[in-house]
C-alpha cells in the first residue's frame, strides 16, 4: 500500500509534444486521452494496432516504425510507456526524464515513474480522475465505469446548459459576485445519489477476521 497519495493537477498540454512508447490497444487508450488533450502525438513502435494505424492515415498522429531512441524524447512533455515487460526501458526513461525534463508514467512500474495515470471518467467536457494511489487499480476502472453508467446523456444536456449559461452571463452580467449567485442557483437541487454494494470475497474476509478476533479473546 502506496503512502504517497501525490498532488493532483491537471496539465494543459494543448499543442504539446508528447509520446507514446508501445502500438497496441493500451496505445490506444493512451494516445485518445493525450490528443483529447490536445496534445501532439508521436508514437514509437515497429507495429501499430489498426486504430493506431487509422489515426496516422488521417494525420492526426505520427508514427515511428521502430523502438524507441533517446533522441525521440527531446521536447516532448510527456512519455507514456505501455511496455510493461521491459524493465530496462522503464529504467532508462526515468533516468532520461531527470536530463530531459519531462513526465514519464511506465506501465505497471510506478517505481520508475513521475506520473500516475488515474482511471478517467468522461462525459461531455466533464473530466473526473479517479485514484487509489496505487492500492486498488482493479476499483479505480470499477469505479470508473460505474460513474459511467450513472452520468448519462442528460446529465451531458444539463452540463452544456451550464456552460452556456455561464458564457450568457459573462456577457450580460457586471457583478462577478452576482454571476456567481446565478450559477449557484442553476446547480441548487442536483445530487448524485449512490449505494456501496461489497463482494463476498470482502464479506467472507470481514467475517472471518471477527471469528479470529473472538477467539483471540477466548484463549486470552
Not at 39 to 47: E, F, I, L, R, Y
Not at 51 to 61: P, Q, V
Not at 78 to 102: G, M, W
Not at 162 to 186: H, I, Y
Request: aromatic share 6%; proline share 2%; with cysteine.
Amino acid at each position: 500500500m502506496s503512502d504517497n497519495a501525490g498532488f493532483q493537477v491537471t496539465v494543459d498540454l494543448d499543442g504539446r509534444q508528447c509520446l507514446v512508447i508501445g502500438g497496441d490497444e493500451e496505445s490506444v487508450e493512451k494516445t485518445t486521452r493525450l490528443l483529447d488533450a490536445g496534445a501532439k502525438v508521436t508514437v514509437v513502435h515497429p507495429t501499430l494496432h489498426g486504430d493506431l494505424r487509422k489515426l496516422t492515415a488521417s494525420g492526426k498522429i505520427i508514427h515511428r516504425g521502430r523502438t524507441f531512441r533517446s533522441t525521440d524524447a527531446q521536447g516532448v512533455v510527456v512519455i507514456l510507456n505501455v511496455l510493461k515487460d521491459d524493465l530496462a526501458l522503464a529504467k532508462s526513461l526515468y533516468e532520461l526524464a531527470k536530463t530531459e525534463r519531462f513526465f514519464v508514467w511506465s506501465l505497471d512500474q510506478t517505481e520508475y515513474s513521475t506520473i500516475f495515470m488515474p482511471a478517467l471518467v468522461k462525459r461531455g467536457p466533464l473530466r473526473m480522475a479517479i485514484s487509489t494511489s496505487r492500492t486498488a487499480p482493479a476499483l479505480a476502472k470499477t469505479l470508473r465505469e460505474n460513474f459511467e453508467s450513472v452520468l448519462d446523456e442528460e446529465f451531458e444536456q444539463f452540463l452544456d446548459w451550464l456552460g452556456a449559461l455561464r458564457e450568457e452571463l459573462k456577457k450580460t452580467e457586471a457583478s462577478a459576485l452576482r454571476r456567481r449567485e446565478r450559477l449557484l442557483e442553476a446547480v441548487n437541487g442536483f445530487a448524485l445519489t449512490a449505494t456501496l454494494q461489497y463482494p463476498k470475497s470482502w464479506k467472507l474476509s470481514e467475517e472471518k477476521d471477527k471469528q479470529l478476533e473472538q477467539v483471540g479473546k477466548e484463549g486470552g
